[in-house]
C-alpha cells in the first residue's frame, strides 16, 4: 500500500536509459533555469528604490541611472558564463570553474557561496511569492510564514518528481509572466504617449533620512544587483539540455540575460515615470500594475497572480543547482556520499530533501520578510561570479589556444566588475545582515574540508593490501552445502574481509557488486583481480547492473534467483557493515547494508551474517574487523 501511494506521489522509477529523454529542449529548459533570474524583475527595483527613499523623494530620480548600470554589469556576466559553458561543456558552474583553475580550496568558497546562495534564493523567491499574494488579499498578511512552507512543500514535491515532470509544471507560468511584463510595457508605452505623457510624476514627499552620498548610491546598486540571482544556473546545469547542449545552453542563457535585461529596464522605467515609491503594503510592481491596468482590473489580477506563480516557481532554480552542486561535492568527497545518489525518478532526491529542510528554516527565521534575505543572498551570487571568472582568466593565460587575448580580456572585466560589486555589498550590507554570510562561508568552507579530510583518513584506513588480500576458496571434504553470498560495497577491506569470512565456512560464495551508474565494470573487474587474485577456487565475482537507480533491488532480485535455482542447499548473505567510532563518520558512511538487510529480511527466512568492520577514529590508521554470527 505504502509503495503504490509512493508511486501515485512521486510516478514510477524511471529506467537509466531514460536519462537522455529526461533531457529537455530549450523552450522547457529556459523556465527551469532561467525562472529565478526572471523573476528577480519583481523585486529587484523595489530592493534599489527601497534604499534610494531613504535619501528622500529626490533620490528616487536616480533609480534610472542604477537600473543601466546593473544592465550593463548583466551583460558582462552573461557573454562571461556563455565562455564559461564553452570551456566546461559539461557543466559544473564556479564550483568546477573554480576548482579546477585556482585550486581546490579556493573552488570550496566557490561552493559554499553558491550553497547559501540557493538556500536563500529558494527562501526569498518563496517569500516575494507571498508577499505578491498579499498584495491582492491584505488579509493573507498575517499567513504569509504557512502559505510560503505550503509553495515550498509543492515545489519540492514537483522537483521529486522528475526534471521532465518540473519542466511541464514551470513553463506556462514563467512565460505567462514574462508576457504579463510585456503586456504591461505595452500599454504603459501607450498610455504615457497618448494620455500621461513623458514627463514623470512626482513621488510622494518623504524627508530624507540620510544624505544623499555615493554610500547611498552605492548600497542602492547593490541591493538592485539581486536581479542578477540565477544568472549562472544555466551555466551549472548544461547536462540538463538536449544535445548539443553546450550550443543549446549558451543560446538559452543569452536569451535569458536580453529578456532579464529588457524586463528590468521596462519597469524601472514606469516606475520612474509614475512616481512610484516603497510600500510597505504594496509592492513596487503591483502599484505600476494599477496604474497602467487599473485597480481590480482582470489584466492587473492576471499580473499579480502570474508574478505569485513565477515568484514561487522560481525557487525551482534553486531545486536544480544545489542538488547538482551537493552532488559534484559529495563526488570529491566533500559532502556525505548519500548526497550523489539518483532516486528512483533521476533526481538527487537526498538534496532536495536537505534544501526544502534548510529553506522552511530560514523562512520561519524571516519571517516570511524578504528584507533581510535579500540583502544576504547577492553576496553569495557575486563571490561565485568573481572566483568563476578569475578561474577562466587563469585558464586562459595557461592554455593560450585560439583568440586567448579576447576570452581572457572579458573574463578579467567581468571579475573586475563583480569584485568591486562585491566589495561594495559586503561594506554597504554589513551591518544589515551581511556579516552573517561573511561569517557563514568560511565555516561552511571548514565544514566541507574537514569531511573532506576525513574521508582522506578513512579510504586510507580501508584501502586494500595486494600482499595480503589474496583469497581464495578450497574444496571442502565432505562438502557442507553452504553457499554464501557476499554484498560487495566497495574493493576496500571490509567487504574483503567479509568474503574471506565467507570463503571460512561455505562450499561456494559469490561476491556481487552492484554496478554504479558512475563506475565501469572492467575497471572494478580488473581491481578485483589485481587484489583478490586470478586462482580463485570456487570464489566467483558477479557484475550486476541496475536498469533503475535503486542498487538494492539488483542484489535482492540476485539472491532469491538463487535461491529459487538450488533450493536445496543452505545460503547465507554476507553483509560487510562499517561500524563508525566517530560522530562525523555516522553521516559520512553510506551504511546501504542496513537497507539490504531490511528489504531481504521482509519476503521470507533467510540466514544473514554480519561482518562488523570497526572505522578508525579521526588521526589514526589503525583497523579491526570482527565477525559476528549470523541471524535468521
Known sequence: MSVSFFFRLLGRPLPRSSAKDERLPNVQALPILSSDALSSVAYATEAALGILILGGSAALQLSLPITLAIIALIAIVVLSYRQAIAAYPNGGGSYVVARDNLGRNVGL??????????TLTAAVSLMAGTQALSSLDPSLLAHEVPIALVLLVLVGWANLRGVKEAGRVFAVPTYAFVVMIVVLTVAGLKDLTFHHGWTPDAPPLTAALQPIGLFLILRAFSSGCSAMTGIEAIANGVQVFREPAPLNARKTLLVMGVLLSAMFLAVSTMGFMYGVAPNPDITVLAQIGQRVFGNGSVLYWILQISTLLILVLAANTAFSGFPRLA???????CLPMQMKLLGDRLVYQNGIGVLVAITALIIVICRGDTTVA?????????????????????RWWKRRGDGWRGRMAMN????LTTFVVLVVIVVSKFDEGAWTVVIAIPLLVWGLALIRRRYREIFAALALDSERSALKLVPRDPPTGHHAIVWVASVMQPSFEAVRYACSFADSVTAVIVVQKDEDAGQLSQQWDRYAGTDTGALELVLL????????????????????????????????VAIPRDRLDVALLNQRARSLFEALSTDQSRVFSIVRY???????????????????
Open 327 to 333: 552532488a559534484m561535492l559529495a563526488e570529491d568527497h
Open 109 to 118: 568558497v566557490a561552493a559554499a557561496a553558491l550553497l547559501i546562495d540557493y
Open 374 to 394: 535579500v540583502n544576504l543572498y547577492a553576496l553569495g551570487v557575486f563571490t561565485a561570479f568573481t572566483l568563476s571568472q578569475l578561474g577562466l582568466v587563469c
Open 545 to 576: 547492473d541496475s536498469p533503475f537507480s535503486s542498487l538494492i533491488d539488483p542484489f535482492c532480485d540476485f539472491v532469491m534467483e538463487q535461491e529459487r535455482r538450488q533450493p536445496e542447499r543452505i545460503t547465507t548473505v554476507v553483509m560487510p
Open 614 to 632: 570497526f572505522v578508525p577514529p579521526r588521526s589514526t590508521n589503525k583497523s579491526g574487523a570482527t565477525l559476528s554470527g549470523s541471524m535468521e
Open 412 to 415: 578579467a572585466l567581468g571579475s
